[in-house]
């Protein structure tokens, strides 16, 4: 029986010795929402550009931005944006926070960025002091990254 006990508190000990050592983000951050789409993930394949067309028509449309609201009434202190692919893959990245007086802060922007299926690429966006975004916009592009497929999402950490 004294075995049973002991065993038990080293456990219940390791536990707790653990748990303090979890990053606090983990527990005050959370998914953002898609802005005009449903949850807060998305999958998308790099699109070939743009063509404007006659008139001001376009004929092809890309999808390289992707942008994720910012609830209002919350005191954000940085976004977390994930990007992870199915297969190894490059992908030119741009990442901004825009805020409402029409400014926005690049945080991220490299070409040829390689992502590995089994290592996700995490970028950390911090906010402007005295200041909240509306926005997290993702620019993910590269003619020579078409058909590159990846799948996004967005949380912010709360202060």
Known sequence: MMKLTSITGL???SAV???SHLPAAAQNCRPLSLLGGEGSDITKTVSQPTIPGPFGVTITRNNWNT??????GRSFQRFIVTVSVPRAASFDIRLFL???DQTNEEFFNTNGVRIEPDKPLTITATVRANDQPFLVNL???GIQH???TYTASVVGCER
């Not at 942008?67 to 209002?72: I, L, R, T, Y």
Request: glycine fraction near 10%; charge should be neutral.
């Open 11 to 13: 456990l219940s000990l």
């Open 17 to 19: 010795l653990l748990s």
């Open 67 to 72: 942008d994720w609201a910012v609830p209002g």
């Open 98 to 100: 825009k805020y409402s």
């Open 139 to 141: 620019f993910v592009n």
């Open 146 to 148: 078409i058909g590159n």
